[in-house]
């Protein structure tokens, strides 16, 4: 790649692209003209019922029923509907091979636990475990839940509830007890899915303590679930209901699969926002809008297809989880790996990579950056020529790292840095095969996905930052958020800037570049309070559930502070109950309890001591006031605040300071930099 232009893939891998294969079946049944892929997506977002309909067809999704209509828009966004007569089962369509010849799955644990399994295992596992759930009374809609780490289990446990008509939900384990309670507690699953242990970073951590915990709160759940992963030892904790998993499945034998055939948008995945204004809401999406999308995104965008080797660093609690599982769907080999990334030092998912000759690799820009601040140099010790793309999000992909991915990892690689989120299991924006990309960039939106970016009148702006909207239906929207009865909750979270526009929350802009053939986009990081350490967005309110909870600290509020190459680190003010110092002990309490109660990415890098917090008239604290403040921006509708001098306590704190050469990205409406 030459900076700061772009990279541009080879003709004949557009040529063999599934992109280019689909814009020419569309360019030949609906007699268009589509040069490039911008005018592909054009076509996309003025025919939302044919495009879906041919992706449908396109990625061949299995139906008992697609029925006649493809969309209808109804009165609002809102009440748009897709497939409503269509009948299909999410586990039928990621479980269509049973080949024993073929690998389904391929995982490693650090460098403790390598498996495989082929696709009839996968398949057979599935069906003994569907079996086991059923004869327990899982039956359609019950929530089941894991509590696991990104390992087989998980994969096997969520297909076979699907297949059941059932939701699955899930917990990473590094969350602690109330993490857990306030996600899980909200949806009352009846089973629950774990091990006893799992290991990060080369260390046993035991997992036994707190699901006895997590169950005397949790009595919805009637099974626990314990799954062998470098422990099989039961220790002296008992568990509510506990029962091995090969004990669980024990007798079944594997047979053909009943799927239950459901409409289209029956109730997938509950997935949990990041908490920072409660307890996180419970976002409930859909079966059919969650594989159309994923396929989608994987065959068209990712140029994924069967038996390529497909990777994705993530845990189950992360969004990225489900969308790796969906590349089944392509009849793809999924590489999971579970553990530290860094351990036993930063070549570790290189090393995987290599063994196992990956296709598409997934991470988040933190890593990349981490690997960049290490100096290292995969490709120097790597044959890494397999690696048709990487995938990059979690945070921005600042310029920097591009560089140094085609420098120091591979120099043919499609970088394809994407963005979308918890609330459409999905991407707005991402990469795509047919086109260029450009240093710094997102390719574009994604086909179907109206995107635009809106300035605070709702106009569409470009090369100017504003607010990421999506001003047309799309399959991936949730169905609802669970107990919001009359749906006001879930109109408010996307519906309240712009009238019925989507906002979506982040912070970005479009760009123009001359002679493009998409139109990118640069993301800046989400508009409102939400915390973004080194990738993972975390909320505010459970770090204050955990830190609140101490007798030294009367009050709190934690906000982000922009630091070097676009990511953030984690400040947390604290109002000192009288007679008390922050001392080292007091500073080292803090950040154990947040660490345990919640986990450890919620830690604070910096803490400091304030006597007053700025609220609203309403008493709500104003997160995003003192976050403008400690960057020296300016602060709006002052005026609203019920005491504005508050504010003046975070001004200039030396306890912030940055050095002079630290580059920060400043989500301002201000020129692109």
């Not at 799954?227 to 002296?236: K, P, Q």
């Not at 396929?295 to 990712?302: G, Q």
Request: net charge negative; hydrophobic share 35%.
């Amino acid at each position: 790649m030459n900076k700061p232009n772009r990279w541009t893939p080879s003709d004949e891998s557009v040529k063999s692209s599934q992109m280019l294969t689909f814009k020419k079946h569309i360019e030949g049944k609906y007699d268009v003209t589509l040069p490039e892929y911008n005018d592909l997506w054009l076509w996309s977002v003025d025919n939302i019922g044919d495009f879906w309909s041919e992706v449908w067809d396109f990625c061949g999704i299995k139906a008992s029923k697609k029925g006649e209509a493809n969309f209808i828009a109804g009165d609002s966004i809102e009440d748009a509907e897709f497939f409503p007569e269509a009948r299909l089962n999410f586990a039928e369509n990621l479980l269509r091979s049973r080949d024993d010849d073929r690998t389904a799955i391929i995982f490693r644990g650090e460098d403790r636990v390598k498996r495989e399994l082929s696709f009839k295992e996968l398949y057979d596992e599935v069906s003994k475990t569907a079996e086991a759930l059923k004869d327990i009374g899982v039956i359609e809609g019950d929530r089941v839940a894991g509590y696991l780490p990104n390992m087989p289990e998980a994969i096997i446990a969520m297909l076979a509830t699907a297949s059941l008509g059932g939701i699955w939900v899930a917990a990473s384990p590094d969350f602690g007890v109330q993490g857990v309670l306030d996600r899980l507690g909200q949806v009352e699953p009846k089973v629950l899915f774990s091990v006893n242990a799992y290991a990060y970073n080369g260390k046993d951590i035991d997992c036994r303590c707190k699901l006895h915990d997590i169950l005397e709160q949790l009595p919805s759940v009637e099974n626990t679930v314990i799954c062998d992963y470098i422990s099989d030892d039961t220790g002296d904790t008992a568990l509510k209901g506990e029962i091995n998993y090969k004990d669980f499945t024990n007798g079944y034998e594997a047979q053909d699969i009943d799927f239950a055939q459901l409409p289209f948008n029956h109730p997938l995945y509950i997935m949990f926002s990041s908490g920072t204004t409660g307890v996180p809401k419970c976002i409930v999406h859909g079966a059919g809008g969650t594989l159309l999308q994923h396929v989608k995104e994987h065959r068209l965008h990712s140029d994924i297809k069967e038996d390529d080797k497909e990777f994705y660093f993530t845990t189950c609690g992360w969004m990225m989880w489900q969308w790796l599982v969906s590349g089944l769907a392509c009849d793809a080999t999924l590489m999971l790996y579970d553990g530290s990334p860094f351990y036993p030092d930063g070549y570790a998912l290189f090393d995987f990579a290599e063994e196992h000759k990956c296709n598409f690799f997934g991470t988040s820009a933190k890593f990349v950056d981490s690997l960049k601040k290490a100096g290292l140099s995969p490709k120097d010790k790597h044959d890494l020529s397999s690696i048709k793309m990487l995938a990059s999000t979690g945070s921005p992909l600042v310029h920097e790292s591009f560089d140094y991915i085609y420098e120091h990892i591979g120099e043919n690689i499609h970088i394809s840095s994407i963005s979308g989120g918890t609330d459409i299991v999905s991407c707005f924006v991402l990469g795509n095969p047919i086109s260029s990309v450009y240093r710094g960039e997102i390719q574009g939106a994604g086909l179907g996905m109206n995107v635009d970016v809106f300035d605070e009148n709702g106009q569409s702006i470009t090369n100017m930052a504003g607010d990421l909207v999506c001003k047309s239906p799309f399959p991936s929207m949730p169905i609802k958020f669970w107990n919001d009865g009359d749906g006001q909750k879930y109109h408010d979270a996307y519906f309240n800037s712009f009238d019925n526009i989507w906002c979506h929350g982040d912070w970005c802009a479009f760009t123009e570049n001359e002679n493009t053939d998409s139109k990118g986009m640069i993301i800046y990081g989400r508009s409102d309070a939400t915390l973004n350490p080194g990738g993972v967005r975390i909320g505010t309110a459970e770090i204050y559930r955990q830190v609140e909870k101490l007798p030294e600290i009367k009050e709190s509020i934690a906000v982000g502070q922009d630091i070097e190459d676009g990511d953030m680190r984690v400040v947390l003010f604290v109002i000192l109950t009288a007679d008390v110092d922050l001392n080292e002990e007091l500073e080292k309490k803090i950040k154990q309890t947040i660490r345990s109660g919640a986990s450890p990415r919620h830690v604070p890098a910096k803490i400091v001591t304030v006597t007053d917090i700025p609220r609203t008239k309403s008493g709500k604290i104003t997160e995003l006031a003192v976050r403008n403040v400690i960057h020296g921006r300016k602060i709006k509708n002052a005026e609203a605040l019920a005491n504005p001098e508050a504010l003046e306590q975070f001004k200039n704190r030396s306890e912030l300071a940055l050095p002079q050469n630290n580059n920060i990205a400043s989500p301002t409406k201000n020129k692109m930099p």
